[in-house]
């Protein structure tokens, strides 16, 4: 059984306050992929963002392009959370990125 803080006051959870902490923790649980997910995809944005002037100024080399592609494919390539996890490293509940992939050329 659960505990709730109303006000200051903590006390044993009722059935209907249980079932809702019960259904918002399966929900974290269900979602984890989806967040992970949207986390690489975020930073995954943000690498293509910041090497898009090498595309833009027609000085791109075939690493650089095959790295962007790499970051491109990650959605494709990372669908499993093993596979998201890969790329991530989770330490003290602070994720940081892991995989060589994200590493420029």
Do not use: C
């Amino acid at each position: 059984m659960s505990k709730v803080d109303i006000n200051g006051v903590v006390r044993d959870a009722t059935p209907e306050e249980q079932a809702r902490i019960d259904a918002r923790e399966k929900s974290w649980i269900d979602n984890t992929v989806k967040r992970k997910l949207n986390y690489v995809r975020k930073h995954r944005q943000k690498f293509l963002d910041d090497s898009d002037w090498w595309v833009s100024s027609g000085q791109i080399t075939d690493e650089q392009k095959t790295w962007r592609q790499s970051l491109r494919d990650i959605p494709t390539n990372y669908t499993t959370e093993t596979e998201l996890d890969s790329l991530l490293e989770v330490k003290d509940d602070k994720v940081t990125l892991k995989h060589a992939i994200w590493e420029k050329p």
